[in-house]
């Protein structure tokens, strides 16, 4: 996710601020939830037109700090938690993939069960 000097300044920002006494597990997680639906109101009612035009103009400021936010907030979640986001990444596109076998999977949204 972030590299160790962007990681190490984020940290930094939050231990400046004595804020790791409000980041539990539960705080975080809610945080997250939190930042990803301001991100999505951005985009909310709009058509793909729409969006395209706002990626384009300044308003794109705006979808760049959200998406910021909540990767800040899982940086801290998953340091906090000691866990190595890209192994768990990696680990749940195996998972993925036996899910969503390619010959099932292509060009269709239906959930693996369905």
Known sequence: ML???????????????DWEQFHQPKEL?????????????????????????????????????????VVILLSYLCHDLGLD????????LKKNEAKYPVEKSYGNARKYDE
């Open 85 to 92: 986001v890209n192994a768990a990444v990696l680990s749940k």
């Open 3 to 17: 590299n160790d000097k962007v990681l190490a300044a984020v940290l930094e920002f939050r231990r400046k601020r």
């Open 29 to 69: 997680a809610a945080a997250i939830t939190v930042e990803a639906s301001e991100l999505l109101e951005i985009f909310q009612w709009k058509s793909h037109d729409e969006v395209a035009r706002l990626l384009e103009s300044p308003s794109r400021e705006r979808v760049e700090d959200e998406i910021a936010d």
